[in-house]
């Protein structure tokens, strides 16, 4: 079989960086990030944070190849902004995101489990 090796889909290889950035030489505050070991799962959700952004004319991104385990993230902005500063920017925002959310489901966590040992004392 062509496939690669399943870790192969995970673990970044030595002496590669996770991400890296190439500004476009035809378009002012453009460039592309390349992301490795990565797919439409982050690559959908930093496309989505990046439009969220009022200083971001373009996001978008893409697989270069089914079996290339990277995504290409393409970023366009006006002057007020560069595309290093949205990208790490949106990165910045979903870690907030994800720490509330995280915050919220343990919480909820805790008070099923605080409703399930009441029921038990209850004799429910």
Do not use: W
């Not at 496939?3 to 995970?10: L, S, T, V």
């Not at 009022?54 to 089914?66: E, I, Q």
């Amino acid at each position: 079989m062509n496939a690669p090796d399943r870790y192969e889909r995970f673990v970044v290889p030595d002496g590669t960086k996770k991400v890296s950035y190439e500004r476009d030489t035809k378009i002012v505050n453009a460039g592309s990030f390349t992301v490795e070991r990565e797919d439409h799962t982050i690559g959908n959700i930093v496309r989505m944070q990046l439009h969220r952004d009022p200083n971001v004319l373009f996001a978008g991104y893409k697989l270069p190849h089914p079996l290339q385990y990277k995504i290409l993230v393409r970023i366009h902005t006006n002057s007020q902004s560069s595309p290093p500063q949205a990208y790490k920017q949106a990165i910045d925002d979903l870690d907030k995101e994800l720490e509330c959310l995280k915050e919220a489901f343990e919480d909820e966590v805790q008070r099923a489990e605080g409703a399930s040992q009441h029921n038990q004392h209850q004799g429910y």
